[in-house]
């Protein structure tokens, strides 16, 4: 089957690290962008973070950058969001999504709240 699944999601305290991993079955990314989406309460959903092919070239939204990072193991069908520094607007579940030939195919997504 194929599809990606988020994991690594919970509650951490302000100031909090995370490492969200995204792992796909039935299909390799090695071909793909690979994206991290989030979307907050009442909000609409956001891109993150991206990533091209090979891992040599990134992208972050202002919000997160020099807080995030996001990487790649293409062997290991996986792609990771590093998040440090969390503030309660962090909170939202975060989605994978790998933009693939036949179209975006996302994960379901994993919950990250940020509170003390």
């Known amino acids: 089957q194929v599809q990606l699944v988020e994991s690594g999601g919970g509650l951490v305290q302000p100031g909090g690290s995370l490492r969200l991993s995204c792992a796909a079955s039935?299909?390799?990314?090695?071909?793909?962008?690979m994206n991290w989406y989030r979307q907050a309460p009442g909000k609409g959903r956001e891109l993150v973070a991206r990533i091209n092919t090979n891992g040599g070239s990134t992208y972050y939204v202002d919000s997160v950058a020099g807080r995030f990072s996001i990487s790649r193991d293409n062997a290991k069908k996986a792609v990771y969001l590093q998040i440090n520094s969390l503030t309660p607007e962090d909170t939202a579940v975060y989605y994978c999504?790998?933009?693939?030939?036949?179209?975006?195919?996302w994960g379901q997504g994993t919950q990250v709240t940020v509170s003390s």
């Open positions: 039935g299909f390799s990314i090695s071909s793909y962008t």
């Open positions: 999504k790998a933009d693939t030939w036949g179209g975006p195919l």
